[in-house]
């Protein structure tokens, strides 16, 4: 199917609303399953450990969720991904946990999970493997590994795109969709499509996220790339489905603490899941203190839903910035070169009426400025970091 068919079947099923004065396209979905009014905000497996995983350290992760507070913080998602099954499905044709890493089984574990208040999410695929080719995908089997799922008590499932026999994505993904839908769990679905076919234009009628982009690595370049990949889909993200540029690798080690902090602030403003990804039973204070600021997850939480978009770029130097509730702003003053530079942000680029005076709270510094600016906001930002504030008007 075109890429232009899609938009015309998108824009079919739509209907229009008003969310403080401005218009928000919602569209009909085939998951109304009353999930995502906000990104989900959880732990994956996968970036840290890959195929090395056991009930072990399931139970380990969701032991530190709670010990360190992060479950409180909204982070209540402990996602198994690939590699957490036998290579072959059972006489029935059930999928079968690995007799060697998961001994007590998915139900057990998903048991151990929801008594510490958190939920459990799984993985699986659109094909007939998984993308370690280790286990079987659920291409030919929806309906049965949707209703082994919800017995289990699966919260949330992580569906990829390997393997497929090359049949479109836009036929594959619907069929787990209404799986999901009659296994009498509300499940969370994302889909996890890399952007193949631009999933951001159907996804939202398919599932509660979709990815944008290719994997995320634990670099600058890349983490980038990837955010520049999911912006330019930021108008179709809204309350009940999110754009996904991919997991977060804050704390993983390949880059420096200021470079997570640009990582993480860019992934809340732009109403990304927060999905951890490293080992969060062993996190540096480091790590601790970019992952646990209630300021910057209330930015990806907010009710209004709207994702943030870049406003401009001057060589190295970019503004982001999107309007939150309350009639605020949230702008990112972002320095990709390699010394010290000064970046104003414009009223007129970030949609603030041009005289208005403004009162600015720094979001990593955890404090309202004693400015009060008109017209412009300008801040020295160090190389390979970031300003994030929320700009409220006071006259």
């Known amino acids: 199917m075109e890429v232009w068919l899609l938009v015309l079947l998108i824009l079919s099923s739509s209907s229009i609303i008003t969310v403080n004065g401005s218009s928000r396209t919602l569209r009909r979905s085939l998951l109304a399953n009353g999930l995502a009014v906000t990104p989900q905000m959880g732990w994956n497996s996968w970036n ?46 059930n999928l079968v946990p690995k007799k060697s890493t998961f001994p007590s089984g998915i139900k057990a574990l998903a048991d151990y999970v929801h008594s510490k208040g958190l939920k459990l999410g799984i993985y699986s695929d659109a094909g007939y493997f998984t993308c370690s080719k280790l ?35 836009t036929v594959r993904y619907p069929v787990m969709t209404r799986a999901l839908m009659k296994a009498g769990r509300p499940i969370f679905f994302s889909l996890c499509e890399w952007g193949d076919m631009h999933p951001a234009l159907w996804g939202a009628r398919v599932g509660n996220s979709w990815r944008t982009t290719g994997d995320i690595s634990d670099n600058w370049t890349s983490m980038l790339s990837i955010a520049d990949m999911n912006e ?79 406003v401009r770029m001057e060589g190295d130097l970019e503004i982001w910035a999107g309007p939150v509730t309350g009639y605020r702003v949230v702008v990112l003053l972002l320095n990709k070169g390699s010394k010290r530079d000064s970046i104003t942000a414009e009223w007129d680029d970030i949609g603030i009426p041009r005289n208005s005076v403004v009162q600015a709270r720094d979001l990593w510094e955890h404090k309202t400025l004693r400015t009060k600016f008109v017209g412009n906001l300008t801040a020295t930002v160090k190389s390979h970091a970031c300003k994030m504030y929320i700009l409220k008007p006071i006259s």
């Open 48 to 93: 840290h450990f890959g195929c090395q995983i056991d009930e072990k350290i399931i139970k380990g992760t969701a032991d530190a969720l709670v010990a360190t507070g992060l479950h409180k913080l909204g982070y209540t998602y402990v996602n198994i991904d690939d590699c957490w099954a036998e290579i072959v499905r059972d006489r029935k044709g």
């Open 232 to 310: 330019v889909y930021a108008e179709l993200a809204r309350p009940g489905g999110w754009n996904d540029p991919d997991m977060l690798e804050v704390g993983n080690g390949g880059m420096t603490k200021d470079e997570y902090i640009v990582h993480f602030s860019i992934w809340a403003m732009s109403k990304a899941p927060l999905i951890l990804g490293c080992d969060l039973r062993n996190m540096t204070k480091d790590t601790v203190e970019i992952i646990t600021n209630k300021e910057v997850i209330a930015i990806n939480q907010d009710r209004l839903g709207v994702q943030a978009k870049k």
């Open 135 to 169: 286990m079987p995908g659920s291409l030919g089997h929806e309906e049965q590994d949707a209703k082994t799922f919800a017995s289990w008590g699966i919260d949330y499932l992580k569906y990829d795109n390997c393997y497929n026999g090359g049949t479109k994505p």
